[in-house]
Nanobody, 116 residues
Framework: QVQLVESGGGLVQPGGSLRLSCQASGSIFSILVMGWYRQAPGKQRELVVGITSGGSTNYADSVKGRFTISGDSAKNTVYLQMNSLKPEDTAVYYC??????????WGQGTQVTVSS
């Protein structure tokens, strides 16, 4: 059974940084894309960044230049480094993996709150 477990969320002041981690367990075959979504209260879930198996990335305009996705295949872990955080980045952040077979896995989410 595949599980995605996020960690690293928390409360941070505006301008601060956080690094989210997403560790995958179980057998995942033919990964097409990995990424991070977020959902703020009262808003729809939105893409933050995706990275394909070939290494191509797609960042939301709102996070370009501030967030960076990276991965460690040996640890089956993908990271999201978030710098220069703003109050509007406050949301629950979800890790996701999509396979070439059309299966999409989601983590349980981790809360990020940016507030002074």
């Amino acid at each position: 059974q595949v599980q995605l477990v996020e960690s690293g969320g928390g409360l941070v002041q505006p301008g601060g940084s956080l690094r989210l981690s997403c560790q995958a367990s179980g057998s995942i075959f033919s990964i097409l894309v990995m990424g991070w979504y977020r959902q703020a209260p009262g808003k729809q879930r939105e893409l933050v960044v995706g990275i394909t198996s070939g290494g191509s990335t797609n960042y939301a305009d709102s996070v370009k230049g501030r967030f960076t996705i990276s991965g460690d295949s040996a640890k089956n872990t993908v990271y999201l480094q978030m710098n220069s955080l703003k109050p509007e980045d406050t949301a629950v952040y979800y890790c996701t993996i999509a396979t070439t077979g059309g299966i999409i896995y989601w983590g349980q989410g981790t809360q990020v709150t940016v507030s002074s």
